[in-house]
């Protein structure tokens, strides 16, 4: 089974600071996605990459980075934590187009005071 | 911007109940997929349906994918304690396009009593 591997399950930043989250999968996906969850809202997407380098905006860029610097590997990045980031953080990935389903991460709840 | 609501968004019922999930848009889908995402874990998927007017049947969960790929239901039979979990449905946004880049739902949280 592909798995998909977030460093962290629960963080706790303070405001202001810069947060890395980690995603590695373990099955050579070309695609990667990050979306946040917040209670009403279901699950939103941040960024996502289509390859090593490649990156595109999802509906919610704003306050956000990521990087792929290699294929197994996609890094969410908070510049300055805000409150309103408090979320919770998931990780999928998925091979290519077609009618395979992602596979996500099991998250990060971020909490930011 | 592509809108999928689910109704409801909160279902609490008693085992053996049946029980019918909703996920509606104004936009056409090339595909539909069903997730189960219990606490603390991320959404696994169920079924994906493509064809419009297509049934699915996974045990006692019925999937079926409308005939103008814009909405889709889920139908629960004799539900379980083990069906407890948020069901979200996601719409693939990018017809024939180079990626999957799914639209998800809001989600319907489903409680089943013994």
């Given at each position: 089974?592909?798995?998909?591997?977030?460093?962290?399950?629960?963080?706790?930043?303070?405001?202001?600071?810069k947060?890395?989250?980690?995603?590695?999968?373990?099955?050579?996906?070309?695609?990667?996605?990050?979306?946040?969850?917040?209670?009403?809202?279901?699950?939103?997407?941040?960024?996502?990459?289509?390859?090593?380098?490649?990156?595109?905006?999802?509906?919610?860029?704003?306050?956000?980075?990521?990087?792929?610097?290699?294929k197994?590997r996609?890094s969410?990045?908070?510049?300055?934590a805000?409150?309103?980031?408090?979320?919770?953080?998931?990780?999928?990935?998925i091979?290519g187009?077609?009618?395979?389903?992602?596979?996500?991460?099991?998250?990060?709840?971020?909490?930011?005071? | 911007t592509?809108?999928?609501?689910?109704?409801?968004?909160?279902?609490?019922?008693?085992?053996?109940?049946?029980l019918?999930?909703?996920?509606?848009?104004?936009?056409?889908?090339?595909?539909?997929?069903?997730?189960?995402?219990?606490?603390?874990?991320?959404?696994?998927?169920?079924?994906?349906?493509?064809?419009?007017?297509?049934?699915?049947?996974?045990?006692?969960?019925?999937?079926q994918?409308g005939?103008?790929?814009?909405?889709?239901?889920?139908?629960i039979?004799a539900?379980?304690?083990?069906?407890?979990?948020?069901?979200?449905?996601?719409?693939?946004?990018?017809?024939?396009?180079?990626t999957?880049?799914?639209?998800f739902?809001?989600g319907?949280l489903?409680?089943?009593?013994?």
């Amino acid at each position: 089974d592909v798995k998909v591997t977030q460093s962290s399950r629960y963080l706790v930043k303070r405001t202001g600071e810069k947060v890395f989250l980690e995603c590695v999968q373990d099955m050579d996906h070309e695609n990667m996605f990050w979306y946040r969850q917040d209670p009403g809202l279901g699950l939103r997407l941040i960024y996502f990459s289509y390859d090593v380098k490649m990156k595109e905006k999802g509906d919610i860029p704003e306050g956000y980075s990521v990087s792929r610097e290699k294929k197994e590997r996609f890094s969410l990045i908070l510049e300055s934590a805000s409150t309103n980031q408090t979320s919770m953080y998931l990780c999928a990935s998925i091979t290519g187009p077609g009618t395979d389903g992602y596979t996500f991460g099991s998250g990060t709840r971020l909490t930011v005071v | 911007t592509q809108l999928l609501e689910q109704s409801p968004q909160f279902l609490s019922i008693q085992e053996g109940e049946n029980l019918t999930v909703y996920c509606n848009s104004s936009s056409v889908f090339s595909s539909l997929q069903w997730y189960r995402q219990e606490p603390g874990e991320g959404p696994v998927l169920l079924v994906t349906v493509v064809t419009g007017g297509e049934v699915k049947k996974l045990k006692r969960l019925t999937f079926q994918f409308g005939d103008a790929r814009k909405d889709s239901s889920l139908h629960i039979t004799a539900a379980q304690p083990g069906d407890t979990g948020l069901y979200l449905c996601a719409g693939d946004a990018k017809y024939g396009g180079a990626t999957n880049k799914l639209i998800f739902g809001t989600g319907t949280l489903l409680a089943v009593q013994p």
